[in-house]
């Protein structure tokens, strides 16, 4: 079975700050890892991926997230906050295997003040 | 063009009545899902086509029956609808069944009066 947690249901930051999103899972086998954006009423939109290559991985705007087995995490982080970054940050993990299930976490809502 | 769109955006009904949902994805992928988002934005996915065939089954209700005619469609029929059926149902697609890289619709808000 597999679970993800995400810490932190809402996190406020000041544009230009540093975006932390914390994100730990649970997988019997090696996971593959995921980060997906929803903008309001939109659908999610996939922002980087770990598929056990390199650890440290970098995804679209600016944002990077890095591969942490010993600790099992999959954090997020931007550097510098833009406003257009306000929304809700899911982190997934699936097995990558055949009949590949991803499973999500409850989602981390981004609040970004001026 | 939208890659993976779904029909209708908004559905608004009494309880007890059928509805139905359509997805159709023009990526040529070959596998697609549907997931449930509820009031507290937690995604479960509901159902995975491979080719038409039907791969992912999770503890969803039997009024809850998918329909794959090909595999650019997958829509989502509903019976008997129930209050709690009330959510945001969103329809993906990826380019195979072991990648988790999925590319999502823009959601179908339903709402069980």
């Known amino acids: 079975a597999q679970s993800v947690t995400q810490l932190g249901s809402h996190v406020s930051v000041s544009e230009g700050a540093l975006v932390l999103l914390r994100c730990n899972y649970s997988?019997?086998?090696?996971?593959?890892l995921f980060w997906y954006v929803q903008y309001p009423n939109q659908g999610l939109q996939l922002l980087l991926k770990?598929?056990?290559?390199?650890?440290l991985v970098k995804g679209i705007n600016g944002f990077e997230a890095e591969f942490k087995k010993s600790e099992t995490s999959f954090h997020l982080t931007k550097p510098s906050a833009h406003m257009s970054d306000a929304a809700e940050y899911f982190c997934?993990?699936?097995?990558?295997?055949?009949?590949?299930?991803?499973?999500f976490g409850g989602g981390t809502r981004v609040l970004v003040k001026p | 063009d939208t890659a993976v769109s779904q029909t209708p955006k908004y559905l608004v009904t009494q309880m007890g009545n059928d509805k139905s949902i359509k997805c159709e994805q023009n990526?040529?992928?070959?596998?697609m899902y549907w997931y449930k988002q509820d009031s507290k934005k937690f995604l479960k996915i509901m159902f995975s086509?491979?080719?038409?065939?039907?791969?992912i089954n999770e503890t969803v209700p039997n009024r809850f029956s998918p329909k794959s005619p090909d595999k650019a469609h997958l829509n989502l029929h509903i019976n008997s609808l129930e209050l709690g059926d009330s959510a945001v149902y969103f329809c993906?697609?990826?380019?195979?069944?072991?990648?988790?890289?999925?590319?999502f619709g823009e959601g179908s808000r339903l709402t069980v009066l």
């Open positions: 993906a697609s990826s380019q195979d069944r072991d990648t988790g890289e999925l590319f």
């Open positions: 997988s019997s086998v090696p996971p593959y």
């Open positions: 770990y598929t056990s290559a390199a650890t």
């Open positions: 997934a993990v699936s097995r990558g295997a055949a009949g590949n299930k991803l499973t």
């Open positions: 990526l040529g992928h070959d596998t």
């Open positions: 086509y491979n080719n038409k065939e039907l791969i």
